[in-house]
Protein backbone atom coordinates (compact mmCIF):
# COMPACT_ATOMS: atom_id res chain seq x y z
CA UNK A 1 0.00 0.00 0.00
CA UNK A 2 2.58 2.41 -1.14
CA UNK A 3 0.02 4.66 -2.32
CA UNK A 4 -1.71 5.07 0.89
CA UNK A 5 1.84 5.76 3.33
CA UNK A 6 2.14 8.19 0.47
CA UNK A 7 -1.30 10.16 0.81
CA UNK A 8 -0.98 10.42 4.81
CA UNK A 9 2.92 11.72 4.83
CA UNK A 10 1.42 14.21 2.40
CA UNK A 11 -1.23 14.99 4.26
CA UNK A 12 0.60 15.01 7.33
CA UNK A 13 2.86 17.69 6.16
CA UNK A 14 0.46 19.96 5.05
CA UNK A 15 -1.29 19.78 8.16
CA UNK A 16 2.23 20.71 9.97
CA UNK A 17 2.47 23.39 7.45
CA UNK A 18 -0.78 24.61 8.19
CA UNK A 19 -0.51 25.20 11.66
CA UNK A 20 2.33 26.74 11.33
CA UNK A 21 1.06 29.64 8.56
CA UNK A 22 -1.87 30.13 11.49
CA UNK A 23 0.51 30.88 13.83
CA UNK A 24 1.80 32.98 12.11
CA UNK A 25 -1.54 34.69 11.44
CA UNK A 26 -2.97 34.61 14.60
CA UNK A 27 -0.07 37.46 15.08
CA UNK A 28 -2.02 40.03 12.39
CA UNK A 29 -5.40 40.89 13.54
CA UNK A 30 -8.36 40.68 12.07
CA UNK A 31 -10.08 44.11 11.40
CA UNK A 32 -7.95 46.66 12.95
CA UNK A 33 -6.51 49.93 12.08
CA UNK A 34 -3.28 48.58 10.17
CA UNK A 35 -2.42 51.14 7.91
CA UNK A 36 0.43 53.50 7.11
CA UNK A 37 1.12 54.21 3.92
CA UNK A 38 -2.67 53.64 2.86
CA UNK A 39 -3.62 56.14 4.75
CA UNK A 40 -1.10 58.53 2.54
CA UNK A 41 -2.72 57.31 -0.71
CA UNK A 42 -6.21 57.83 1.05
CA UNK A 43 -5.74 61.47 1.85
CA UNK A 44 -4.38 62.85 -1.23
CA UNK A 45 -5.45 61.19 -4.12
CA UNK A 46 -8.56 63.51 -5.00
CA UNK A 47 -5.98 66.30 -4.92
CA UNK A 48 -3.31 64.41 -6.89
CA UNK A 49 -4.68 61.98 -9.19
CA UNK A 50 -8.22 63.50 -9.35
CA UNK A 51 -10.43 60.22 -9.29
CA UNK A 52 -12.64 59.12 -6.49
CA UNK A 53 -11.34 55.41 -6.84
CA UNK A 54 -8.57 54.78 -4.70
CA UNK A 55 -7.67 51.14 -5.96
CA UNK A 56 -7.73 52.29 -9.30
CA UNK A 57 -5.69 55.41 -8.89
CA UNK A 58 -3.25 53.20 -7.06
CA UNK A 59 -3.30 50.64 -10.08
CA UNK A 60 -2.75 53.20 -12.86
CA UNK A 61 -1.30 56.57 -11.22
CA UNK A 62 0.71 55.55 -8.56
CA UNK A 63 2.03 52.10 -9.59
CA UNK A 64 1.75 52.34 -13.46
CA UNK A 65 4.95 50.88 -14.13
CA UNK A 66 3.42 47.40 -12.35
CA UNK A 67 0.42 47.92 -14.58
CA UNK A 68 2.96 48.14 -17.89
CA UNK A 69 4.64 44.68 -16.59
CA UNK A 70 0.65 43.07 -15.98
CA UNK A 71 0.02 44.26 -19.56
CA UNK A 72 3.52 42.73 -20.64
CA UNK A 73 2.93 39.86 -19.01
CA UNK A 74 -0.74 38.75 -20.61
CA UNK A 75 0.77 39.50 -24.19
CA UNK A 76 3.52 36.95 -23.65
CA UNK A 77 0.97 34.25 -22.13
CA UNK A 78 -1.24 35.21 -25.35
CA UNK A 79 1.78 34.98 -27.70
CA UNK A 80 3.16 31.78 -25.70
CA UNK A 81 -0.28 30.25 -26.47
CA UNK A 82 -0.37 31.04 -30.19
CA UNK A 83 2.71 29.75 -30.31
CA UNK A 84 2.66 26.36 -28.97
CA UNK A 85 -0.55 25.79 -30.19
CA UNK A 86 0.35 26.46 -33.76
CA UNK A 87 -0.56 24.39 -36.80
CA UNK A 88 -0.53 25.14 -40.71
CA UNK A 89 -4.07 24.62 -41.23
CA UNK A 90 -6.65 24.56 -38.43
CA UNK A 91 -10.13 24.65 -38.05
CA UNK A 92 -13.28 23.96 -35.63
CA UNK A 93 -14.23 21.19 -34.88
CA UNK A 94 -17.60 21.62 -33.14
CA UNK A 95 -20.77 19.46 -34.40
CA UNK A 96 -23.62 20.26 -32.79
CA UNK A 97 -24.99 23.46 -33.32
CA UNK A 98 -26.62 25.75 -30.59
CA UNK A 99 -30.23 25.12 -29.66
CA UNK A 100 -32.56 27.45 -30.72
CA UNK A 101 -32.85 29.87 -27.42
CA UNK A 102 -28.91 29.82 -27.46
CA UNK A 103 -28.89 31.61 -30.79
CA UNK A 104 -31.51 34.30 -30.35
CA UNK A 105 -30.32 35.02 -27.56
CA UNK A 106 -26.67 35.42 -28.62
CA UNK A 107 -27.89 37.75 -31.64
CA UNK A 108 -29.56 39.83 -29.29
CA UNK A 109 -27.43 39.88 -26.48
CA UNK A 110 -24.26 40.43 -27.93
CA UNK A 111 -24.01 44.03 -28.59
CA UNK A 112 -25.04 44.86 -25.26
CA UNK A 113 -22.43 42.86 -23.56
CA UNK A 114 -19.94 45.25 -25.92
CA UNK A 115 -21.25 48.19 -24.67
CA UNK A 116 -21.69 46.96 -20.56
CA UNK A 117 -17.65 46.30 -21.16
CA UNK A 118 -17.45 49.44 -22.87
CA UNK A 119 -18.98 51.17 -19.59
CA UNK A 120 -17.31 49.22 -17.36
CA UNK A 121 -13.72 50.53 -18.27
CA UNK A 122 -14.71 54.45 -19.44
CA UNK A 123 -16.01 54.85 -15.94
CA UNK A 124 -12.90 53.39 -14.08
CA UNK A 125 -12.18 56.00 -12.04
CA UNK A 126 -15.83 56.06 -11.04
CA UNK A 127 -17.27 53.01 -9.83
CA UNK A 128 -15.31 49.80 -9.39
CA UNK A 129 -14.41 47.94 -11.97
CA UNK A 130 -11.53 49.19 -14.04
CA UNK A 131 -9.69 48.12 -17.46
CA UNK A 132 -9.78 44.11 -16.70
CA UNK A 133 -12.95 43.19 -15.38
CA UNK A 134 -14.16 45.44 -19.04
CA UNK A 135 -11.49 43.16 -21.37
CA UNK A 136 -12.98 40.28 -19.52
CA UNK A 137 -16.50 41.03 -20.45
CA UNK A 138 -16.03 41.95 -24.49
CA UNK A 139 -13.98 38.40 -24.21
CA UNK A 140 -16.88 36.76 -22.63
CA UNK A 141 -19.45 38.09 -25.29
CA UNK A 142 -17.50 36.56 -28.25
CA UNK A 143 -16.95 33.14 -26.00
CA UNK A 144 -20.76 33.49 -26.44
CA UNK A 145 -20.83 33.70 -30.03
CA UNK A 146 -18.31 30.85 -30.22
CA UNK A 147 -20.47 28.62 -28.27
CA UNK A 148 -23.82 29.89 -30.06
CA UNK A 149 -22.39 29.18 -33.98
CA UNK A 150 -20.43 26.61 -35.19
CA UNK A 151 -18.83 28.58 -38.44
CA UNK A 152 -18.11 31.79 -35.98
CA UNK A 153 -14.44 32.95 -36.12
CA UNK A 154 -13.38 36.08 -34.51
CA UNK A 155 -12.17 38.40 -37.75
CA UNK A 156 -8.09 37.86 -36.97
CA UNK A 157 -6.24 40.45 -38.72
CA UNK A 158 -8.05 43.33 -37.20
CA UNK A 159 -7.99 41.82 -33.44
CA UNK A 160 -3.98 41.50 -33.82
CA UNK A 161 -3.87 45.38 -35.65
CA UNK A 162 -5.84 46.43 -32.91
CA UNK A 163 -4.01 44.30 -30.02
CA UNK A 164 -0.68 45.70 -31.50
CA UNK A 165 -1.30 49.26 -31.96
CA UNK A 166 -2.75 49.76 -28.21
CA UNK A 167 -0.21 48.12 -26.81
CA UNK A 168 2.06 50.60 -28.50
CA UNK A 169 -0.27 53.56 -27.17
CA UNK A 170 0.63 52.37 -23.70
CA UNK A 171 4.51 52.78 -24.29
CA UNK A 172 3.55 56.24 -25.62
CA UNK A 173 1.60 57.56 -23.31
CA UNK A 174 4.29 56.70 -20.99
CA UNK A 175 6.60 58.44 -23.20
CA UNK A 176 4.77 61.59 -23.81
CA UNK A 177 4.65 61.81 -19.99
CA UNK A 178 9.07 61.70 -19.90
CA UNK A 179 8.82 64.64 -22.36
CA UNK A 180 6.67 66.93 -20.39
CA UNK A 181 6.97 66.12 -17.06
CA UNK A 182 10.44 64.52 -16.49
CA UNK A 183 9.65 61.02 -15.10
CA UNK A 184 8.24 57.86 -17.33
CA UNK A 185 4.10 57.64 -17.27
CA UNK A 186 4.22 61.54 -15.84
CA UNK A 187 0.29 62.58 -15.74
CA UNK A 188 0.71 65.64 -17.89
CA UNK A 189 -3.22 65.59 -18.45
CA UNK A 190 -3.93 66.40 -14.78
CA UNK A 191 -0.81 67.82 -13.71
CA UNK A 192 0.14 70.19 -16.59
CA UNK A 193 -2.87 70.89 -18.29
CA UNK A 194 -5.61 70.83 -15.17
CA UNK A 195 -8.40 69.33 -17.36
CA UNK A 196 -11.02 68.55 -15.37
CA UNK A 197 -9.84 70.10 -11.87
CA UNK A 198 -13.46 71.57 -11.14
CA UNK A 199 -15.21 68.20 -11.84
CA UNK A 200 -14.45 65.41 -9.37
CA UNK A 201 -16.88 62.89 -9.20
CA UNK A 202 -17.98 63.48 -13.00
CA UNK A 203 -16.62 61.57 -16.18
CA UNK A 204 -14.20 64.20 -17.37
CA UNK A 205 -12.08 64.17 -15.00
CA UNK A 206 -9.24 61.97 -13.25
CA UNK A 207 -6.41 62.69 -15.64
CA UNK A 208 -5.23 59.98 -18.19
CA UNK A 209 -6.97 57.20 -15.91
CA UNK A 210 -10.32 56.67 -18.69
CA UNK A 211 -6.51 57.01 -21.35
CA UNK A 212 -5.39 53.91 -19.98
CA UNK A 213 -7.85 52.06 -18.91
CA UNK A 214 -9.48 52.36 -22.80
CA UNK A 215 -6.05 51.00 -24.08
CA UNK A 216 -5.99 48.13 -21.66
CA UNK A 217 -9.61 47.31 -21.92
CA UNK A 218 -8.98 46.76 -25.50
CA UNK A 219 -5.76 44.94 -25.02
CA UNK A 220 -7.26 42.38 -22.53
CA UNK A 221 -10.23 41.70 -24.43
CA UNK A 222 -8.79 40.82 -27.70
CA UNK A 223 -5.84 39.18 -26.05
CA UNK A 224 -8.32 36.63 -23.62
CA UNK A 225 -10.42 36.06 -27.67
CA UNK A 226 -7.46 35.04 -29.13
CA UNK A 227 -6.18 32.81 -26.86
CA UNK A 228 -10.04 31.14 -26.62
CA UNK A 229 -9.51 30.76 -30.51
CA UNK A 230 -6.46 29.51 -30.39
CA UNK A 231 -7.90 26.61 -27.67
CA UNK A 232 -10.56 25.80 -29.86
CA UNK A 233 -9.31 24.49 -33.14
CA UNK A 234 -8.04 21.46 -33.64
CA UNK A 235 -5.79 20.43 -37.04
CA UNK A 236 -6.55 19.56 -40.21
CA UNK A 237 -4.97 16.22 -40.91
CA UNK A 238 -5.05 15.08 -45.36
CA UNK B 1 -5.88 26.22 20.67
CA UNK B 2 -5.15 29.53 17.96
CA UNK B 3 -8.12 31.69 17.70
CA UNK B 4 -7.74 33.25 13.82
CA UNK B 5 -10.66 34.62 12.04
CA UNK B 6 -12.87 32.58 9.84
CA UNK B 7 -11.74 34.19 6.63
CA UNK B 8 -8.21 33.43 7.62
CA UNK B 9 -9.19 29.70 8.33
CA UNK B 10 -10.44 29.28 4.80
CA UNK B 11 -8.15 30.96 2.73
CA UNK B 12 -4.94 28.53 4.27
CA UNK B 13 -7.64 25.84 3.87
CA UNK B 14 -7.75 26.45 0.08
CA UNK B 15 -4.29 26.33 -0.07
CA UNK B 16 -3.59 23.62 1.63
CA UNK B 17 -6.01 21.73 -0.57
CA UNK B 18 -4.39 23.15 -3.70
CA UNK B 19 -1.41 22.16 -2.34
CA UNK B 20 -2.58 18.57 -1.84
CA UNK B 21 -3.47 18.00 -5.15
CA UNK B 22 -0.05 19.30 -6.62
CA UNK B 23 1.70 16.57 -4.62
CA UNK B 24 -0.75 13.67 -4.64
CA UNK B 25 -2.59 13.47 -8.02
CA UNK B 26 -0.89 12.10 -10.85
CA UNK B 27 -3.00 13.29 -13.41
CA UNK B 28 -1.62 16.89 -15.07
CA UNK B 29 -4.86 18.54 -15.56
CA UNK B 30 -5.58 17.42 -11.67
CA UNK B 31 -2.44 18.90 -10.76
CA UNK B 32 -3.53 22.43 -12.31
CA UNK B 33 -6.82 22.34 -11.04
CA UNK B 34 -5.08 22.22 -7.63
CA UNK B 35 -2.70 25.27 -8.74
CA UNK B 36 -5.32 27.20 -9.78
CA UNK B 37 -7.52 26.86 -6.47
CA UNK B 38 -3.91 27.83 -4.73
CA UNK B 39 -3.75 31.31 -6.48
CA UNK B 40 -7.89 32.15 -5.27
CA UNK B 41 -6.61 31.05 -1.46
CA UNK B 42 -3.37 33.49 -1.75
CA UNK B 43 -5.36 36.35 -3.45
CA UNK B 44 -8.45 35.71 -0.28
CA UNK B 45 -5.92 35.89 2.43
CA UNK B 46 -4.18 39.14 1.32
CA UNK B 47 -7.65 40.93 1.04
CA UNK B 48 -8.63 39.98 4.41
CA UNK B 49 -5.33 41.31 5.91
CA UNK B 50 -6.44 44.95 4.69
CA UNK B 51 -9.59 44.34 5.87
CA UNK B 52 -11.00 47.57 8.80
CA UNK B 53 -13.82 46.47 10.92
CA UNK B 54 -16.68 48.81 10.18
CA UNK B 55 -15.34 51.01 7.39
CA UNK B 56 -16.38 50.95 3.70
CA UNK B 57 -15.06 50.32 0.46
CA UNK B 58 -12.36 52.66 -0.65
CA UNK B 59 -14.48 54.75 -3.20
CA UNK B 60 -14.37 58.48 -1.81
CA UNK B 61 -17.92 59.37 -2.91
CA UNK B 62 -20.18 61.62 -1.10
CA UNK B 63 -20.50 60.41 2.76
CA UNK B 64 -17.07 58.16 2.62
CA UNK B 65 -14.21 60.53 4.37
CA UNK B 66 -10.69 59.01 4.04
CA UNK B 67 -11.04 58.09 7.72
CA UNK B 68 -13.56 55.53 7.11
CA UNK B 69 -12.19 53.51 3.99
CA UNK B 70 -10.68 50.31 3.98
CA UNK B 71 -7.23 49.43 2.87
CA UNK B 72 -6.75 50.18 -0.51
CA UNK B 73 -2.76 48.41 -1.54
CA UNK B 74 -4.02 44.79 -1.33
CA UNK B 75 -6.66 45.17 -3.30
CA UNK B 76 -4.81 46.83 -5.81
CA UNK B 77 -2.33 44.08 -5.71
CA UNK B 78 -4.61 41.52 -5.68
CA UNK B 79 -6.27 42.94 -8.83
CA UNK B 80 -2.34 42.48 -10.56
CA UNK B 81 -2.43 38.85 -9.45
CA UNK B 82 -5.88 37.62 -10.32
CA UNK B 83 -4.83 38.34 -13.91
CA UNK B 84 -1.47 36.86 -13.82
CA UNK B 85 -3.32 34.03 -12.64
CA UNK B 86 -5.36 33.57 -15.33
CA UNK B 87 -2.36 33.90 -18.04
CA UNK B 88 -0.45 30.65 -16.29
CA UNK B 89 -2.98 28.47 -15.98
CA UNK B 90 -3.67 28.87 -19.84
CA UNK B 91 -0.51 28.42 -20.98
CA UNK B 92 0.29 25.71 -18.83
CA UNK B 93 -2.96 24.28 -20.26
CA UNK B 94 -1.21 24.42 -23.78
CA UNK B 95 1.90 22.59 -22.89
CA UNK B 96 -0.71 19.75 -21.03
CA UNK B 97 -2.65 19.87 -24.99
CA UNK B 98 0.95 19.45 -26.63
CA UNK B 99 2.12 16.51 -23.92
CA UNK B 100 -0.66 14.70 -24.82
CA UNK B 101 -0.71 14.47 -28.46
CA UNK B 102 3.07 13.56 -28.33
CA UNK B 103 2.69 10.83 -25.23
CA UNK B 104 -0.92 10.26 -25.90
CA UNK B 105 -1.65 9.85 -22.29
CA UNK B 106 -1.80 12.70 -19.57
CA UNK B 107 -0.60 10.31 -16.45
CA UNK B 108 2.87 11.95 -15.06
CA UNK B 109 4.46 8.66 -14.52
CA UNK B 110 4.14 6.83 -17.31
CA UNK B 111 5.60 10.02 -18.99
CA UNK B 112 8.98 9.38 -17.16
CA UNK B 113 8.77 6.02 -18.49
CA UNK B 114 8.58 7.36 -22.32
CA UNK B 115 11.72 9.26 -22.37
CA UNK B 116 13.45 9.50 -25.47
CA UNK C 1 -32.39 31.11 14.42
CA UNK C 2 -31.86 34.90 13.70
CA UNK C 3 -27.98 35.10 13.17
CA UNK C 4 -26.83 37.91 10.59
CA UNK C 5 -23.28 37.49 10.95
CA UNK C 6 -23.34 33.41 10.56
CA UNK C 7 -23.93 33.60 6.71
CA UNK C 8 -19.85 34.09 6.13
CA UNK C 9 -19.42 30.82 8.34
CA UNK C 10 -21.92 29.03 5.83
CA UNK C 11 -19.70 30.78 2.68
CA UNK C 12 -16.90 29.86 3.59
CA UNK C 13 -17.92 26.23 4.66
CA UNK C 14 -19.78 25.72 0.85
CA UNK C 15 -16.29 26.76 -0.30
CA UNK C 16 -14.17 24.40 1.68
CA UNK C 17 -16.93 21.79 0.42
CA UNK C 18 -16.40 22.46 -2.83
CA UNK C 19 -12.92 22.76 -3.10
CA UNK C 20 -12.14 19.29 -1.76
CA UNK C 21 -15.14 17.56 -4.03
CA UNK C 22 -13.11 19.60 -7.20
CA UNK C 23 -10.05 17.77 -6.04
CA UNK C 24 -11.60 14.21 -5.32
CA UNK C 25 -13.93 13.63 -8.44
CA UNK C 26 -12.58 11.68 -10.93
CA UNK C 27 -14.45 12.83 -13.83
CA UNK C 28 -12.20 16.08 -14.69
CA UNK C 29 -15.77 18.15 -16.37
CA UNK C 30 -17.31 18.23 -12.89
CA UNK C 31 -13.96 19.02 -11.52
CA UNK C 32 -13.87 22.13 -13.77
CA UNK C 33 -17.45 23.02 -12.60
CA UNK C 34 -15.98 22.90 -8.89
CA UNK C 35 -13.18 24.79 -9.84
CA UNK C 36 -15.25 27.73 -10.95
CA UNK C 37 -17.62 27.28 -7.97
CA UNK C 38 -14.79 28.04 -5.77
CA UNK C 39 -13.74 31.00 -7.42
CA UNK C 40 -17.92 32.32 -7.61
CA UNK C 41 -17.44 32.15 -3.68
CA UNK C 42 -14.30 33.58 -3.38
CA UNK C 43 -15.83 36.10 -5.12
CA UNK C 44 -19.04 36.89 -2.66
CA UNK C 45 -16.34 36.91 0.15
CA UNK C 46 -14.18 39.51 -1.41
CA UNK C 47 -17.66 41.72 -1.69
CA UNK C 48 -18.47 40.89 1.75
CA UNK C 49 -14.69 42.13 2.74
CA UNK C 50 -15.35 45.46 1.13
CA UNK C 51 -13.51 44.86 -2.53
CA UNK C 52 -16.08 45.42 -4.91
CA UNK C 53 -13.02 45.93 -7.99
CA UNK C 54 -11.05 42.55 -6.92
CA UNK C 55 -15.16 40.50 -6.54
CA UNK C 56 -15.55 41.96 -10.14
CA UNK C 57 -12.27 40.78 -11.35
CA UNK C 58 -12.41 37.32 -9.63
CA UNK C 59 -16.13 36.73 -11.06
CA UNK C 60 -14.81 37.83 -14.73
CA UNK C 61 -12.22 36.29 -15.07
CA UNK C 62 -11.78 33.70 -12.18
CA UNK C 63 -15.16 31.89 -12.57
CA UNK C 64 -15.97 32.70 -16.74
CA UNK C 65 -12.76 32.71 -18.49
CA UNK C 66 -10.46 29.88 -16.38
CA UNK C 67 -13.47 27.55 -16.12
CA UNK C 68 -13.79 28.27 -19.85
CA UNK C 69 -10.58 27.19 -21.11
CA UNK C 70 -10.45 24.39 -18.98
CA UNK C 71 -13.01 23.05 -20.58
CA UNK C 72 -11.37 23.70 -23.94
CA UNK C 73 -8.63 21.26 -22.18
CA UNK C 74 -10.83 18.65 -21.70
CA UNK C 75 -11.84 18.85 -24.90
CA UNK C 76 -8.98 17.79 -26.41
CA UNK C 77 -7.21 15.57 -24.21
CA UNK C 78 -9.58 12.97 -21.80
CA UNK C 79 -11.83 13.07 -19.88
CA UNK C 80 -11.94 10.37 -17.29
CA UNK C 81 -8.89 10.86 -15.34
CA UNK C 82 -7.55 6.82 -15.02
CA UNK C 83 -5.38 5.88 -12.12
CA UNK C 84 -4.42 1.73 -12.69
CA UNK C 85 -2.13 1.33 -9.51
CA UNK C 86 -4.67 3.04 -6.99
CA UNK C 87 -7.38 1.20 -5.31
CA UNK C 88 -10.56 3.15 -5.54
CA UNK C 89 -11.56 4.46 -1.96
CA UNK C 90 -15.08 3.61 -0.55
CA UNK C 91 -16.13 7.03 -0.32
CA UNK C 92 -14.91 7.56 -4.46
CA UNK C 93 -17.09 5.90 -6.67
CA UNK C 94 -18.05 8.41 -9.13
Same mark, same amino acid.
Given at each position: ????L ?27 ? &?????K ?16 T ?10 T ?16 L????K &? ?19 ? !? ?64 I ?40 G ?21 | ?7 Y ?38 I ?6 G ?7 E?V ?6 ? !???Q ?41 | ?28 L?A ?19 ? !? ?38 W???
Amino acid at each position: MVSLLKRSLAIITLLIIGYWVAQAFAGVPFGQD &KMLVGKYYLENVVNQTGSVNAVTAVVVNYRGFDTLGEVTVLFIASTGVGALLWRRK &KERTARTEGSIVLKTGTRYLF !PFILVFGAYIFIHGHLTPGGGFPGGATIATGFLLLYMAFIVYEIPHKSFEVTEGLVGMSYVIVGLIGLAIGGYFLYDWIWQTWHVGTTNIGRLLSGGFIPVIYTIIGLKVGTELSGIIDNMLKEEVRE | MIHISVYYFGAISLILIGLYAVLVKKNVLKMLIGLSIMETGVNLLLISVGYISGRSAPILSEGVTPGRAVD !PIPQALVLTAIVIGVATTAMALSVAIILYEKYNTLNVEEMRRLRG | MNCVSCIEYIIVAIMIASAILAVEWRDLLAAAVGMAAVSLFASILFFMLQA !PDVAMTEAAIGAALSGAIFIFAIKRTRRFETEEEEKPGWWVRW
